[in-house]
């Protein structure tokens, strides 16, 4: 009777072996299945292949500066432009960086762009923000952007919700003062420099209207609208070019980029035609990090700096 209690007890301990051993087999597959289909980002409208995901979700940004000749008052002024793309997590109803990531949430690609550079006695500094759901051509859902200079300050900023682009101006000018409207679902011309780092060669040439630069509106006093527009792609010495060109305005923008992932900006041209007369302003690449500069920021690392020869 004895050895009967044994040997069943010895078939149980078997049995619930082999069942742990089979649940381990199980695991460990769909662990498997699931790494190997984490080797590409799946969203809706794109998957992002693997090279784009490890470079763009390394936890660190790509930070690259820029010899600036910028035309303000009709002169030409020298200065640097930075363009800081990192990604994070947006959150769907505040349209801000997540602090704790809910289901409806989703990583956005972001562009802070700078440029500093005086005129004068007195200096500017402009910067701009796009965020853009990473999803072949999609719309950016959150712009933002600022001038300050010794006269004072302006602010811009677009929301997309509900289907519209909701646009808030301060400005310290009386002729434009503050102010709110709401427009269309337009392209916008600051979420094309995103949509060039993702799908460069899938950019939508046939589309007819686009919201020009925050920083173009600002600083001509252009109304906040979206204006007819050509844009066009042609390769040349090994780039990519990307040519904006507003007819209305007389304005034409021309982005150079390498033809390979991550798809990295070299260079753009920006010229605007007023009385025959071309004002020229351009950006050069000088030199590019990719780091994690949030955790940098401390005197210890100020010779990053000199790196980025700013």
């Known amino acids: 009777m004895k050895k009967n209690v044994q040997f069943t ?45 490890d470079y763009w979700f390394s936890g660190k940004a790509e930070i690259t500066s820029y010899e600036l000749s910028q035309n303000r008052y009709d002169e030409n002024h020298t200065g640097k432009a930075v363009l800081i793309y990192v990604t994070e997590d947006f959150d769907h109803e505040k349209l801000v960086k997540t602090d704790t990531k809910k289901n409806e949430d989703y990583p956005v ?54 289907g519209q682009q909701i646009i808030q101006v301060n400005s310290y000018f009386q002729q434009i003062g503050n102010f709110s409207k709401n427009l269309e679902n337009f392209p916008t011309e600051n979420a094309l420099w995103l949509q060039l780092r993702l799908f460069p060669e899938q950019i939508d040439t046939t589309i007819t209207s686009m919201i020009p630069s925050f920083e173009f509106l600002r600083l001509q006093n252009q109304d906040i609208k979206a204006y007819r527009v050509h844009i066009s792609q042609f390769k040349t010495n090994q780039l990519l070019k990307t040519q904006v ?49 949030w955790n940098k920021n401390t005197n210890q690392f100020s010779f990053l700096r000199d790196t980025l020869k700013l």
């Not at 007819?247 to 605007?272: D, H």
């Not at 000088?286 to 780091?291: A, E």
Request: glycine share 2%; proline share 3%; aromatic share 10%.
């Open 245 to 293: 060109y507003y007819p209305e305005l007389e304005r034409q923008l021309v982005i150079s980029q390498q033809t390979t992932p991550p798809f990295q900006i070299e260079a753009w041209k920006e010229k605007i035609t007023r009385n025959d007369t071309n004002f020229i302003t351009t950006a050069s690449k000088l030199s590019l990090l990719k780091i994690d500069y």
């Open 9 to 53: 007890l010895l078939k149980l301990l078997m049995l619930v072996c082999a069942l742990i051993l089979n649940f381990c087999f199980i695991s460990c597959n769909q662990n498997k299945v699931k790494a190997e289909n984490s080797n590409n980002f799946e969203s809706d409208n794109v998957s992002i292949s693997k090279d784009l995901k």
């Open 109 to 162: 690609l972001k562009l802070n762009s700078t440029k500093d550079f005086t005129t004068g006695i007195y200096p500017y500094h402009i910067m701009q923000s796009a965020f853009l759901p990473i999803e072949k051509n999609n719309r950016a859902v959150k712009i933002t952007s600022s001038i300050q200079e010794w006269c004072g300050q302006s602010y811009m900023q677009l929301e997309q919700k509900n």
